[in-house]
């Protein structure tokens, strides 16, 4: 129970964290003239994958890499079967053209990218499969060019939502960075610590846990965000930040992890990365299913009945 009750505090330090550094970041930004668009692209979107680098970071520094990827697939494939499909339900989702053209078939294909890096075994004829340092890097360089395709949009203006930036005082602002980061280094090091703890007592592999528990709780905040953008009609909004968010889990969040300790993979994880990509082929093709570029409340059941079916699954192997 006390590692179940710190796990808790740890989820709720790391959300708090999440959301104070961006408040902060945000506003600092904001003073220093940095433009409303940059501030949404850059400090606002990687905040909101905050909570899952952090906690990964701390995962691979303790070599726990089974968490390291399950953290990474298990979110990707809540935030589009569980996310999207909890949101379409609530309202009807219309995709913008970048996002269908550009955005989705580029989540789809870090997804397979995963498979191919992960997949030694059968690609080299290697003893093992592994993500190395070098690999972590190449994924590192593909998300400076999504960041450089987003700046480019933006200065087209095809990019039009605005930021809410809070004007704080240098000195409150600077205070907010700083809880921010306390909270995210303490909620992250208290998910780690106890996910670990109570796998073992359990007897559950660190995978199974890094795609439950540990992957659900780090995408709180993707989940509040969506939901109220979709509350407040801005159902566009909500399925970029989904899409961008599993675009960032890759490519910085697994880039990262891999740099401070190579990811061993563990052949059950093979399923895992397939129904990642199973998860964004279903969302790329759901949009063309109905009219006018739409994720509507059926398919948002589909996703999540899904979802609830790979929980099961995980459930039954456990």
């Not at 129970?1 to 506003?27: H, P, Q, T």
């Amino acid at each position: 129970m006390i590692e179940l009750l710190l796990l808790l505090v740890g989820f709720v330090a790391l959300v708090f964290g999440a959301d104070k550094l961006v408040d902060g970041a945000s506003s600092l930004a904001a003073r220093i003239g940095i433009p409303n668009i940059v501030i949404g692209l850059t400090i606002v979107s990687l905040g909101t994958s905050a909570p899952e680098l952090v906690v990964n970071l701390f995962a691979s520094a303790n070599a726990n890499t089974e968490m390291v990827l399950g953290n990474v697939l298990g979110s990707n494939i809540f935030n589009v079967l569980g996310i999207l499909g909890i949101c379409a339900m609530i309202k009807p989702l219309v995709v913008k053209r970048n996002t269908t053209w550009i955005e989705i078939p580029l989540s789809f294909l870090a997804g397979v990218a995963v498979l191919v890096l992960a997949n030694d075994v059968v690609l080299d004829g290697a003893p093992s499969n592994m993500i190395t340092r070098s690999e972590g890097i190449i994924l590192l360089l593909f998300l400076s060019i999504f960041l450089v395709y987003n700046l480019m949009l933006a200065k087209k203006g095809m990019i039009g939502e605005k930021v809410e930036t809070h004007r704080y005082t240098y000195l409150m602002a600077s205070f907010f960075v700083i809880a921010g980061l306390a909270g995210l280094v303490i909620g992250g090091r208290l998910i780690v610590t106890n996910a670990v703890i109570l796998a073992q007592s359990f007897g559950l592999s660190e995978r199974i846990i890094g795609l439950t528990i540990v992957s659900i709780g780090t995408s709180l905040p993707e989940l509040a965000t969506s939901i109220i953008a979709v509350r407040k009609n801005n159902v566009d909004i909500a399925i970029g930040n989904v899409v961008g968010s599993n675009i960032f889990n890759i490519f910085l969040v697994l880039g990262a992890s891999t740099i401070i300790n190579p990811v061993q993979v563990n052949p059950n994880s093979m399923f895992d990365m397939v129904l990642n990509i199973v998860a964004g082929a279903l969302l790329f093709l759901f949009i063309f299913t109905g009219k006018g570029n739409q994720l509507v409340r059926w398919e948002g059941i589909g996703l999540f009945l899904l979802y609830v079916g790979y929980m099961c699954l995980l459930v039954l192997q456990a």
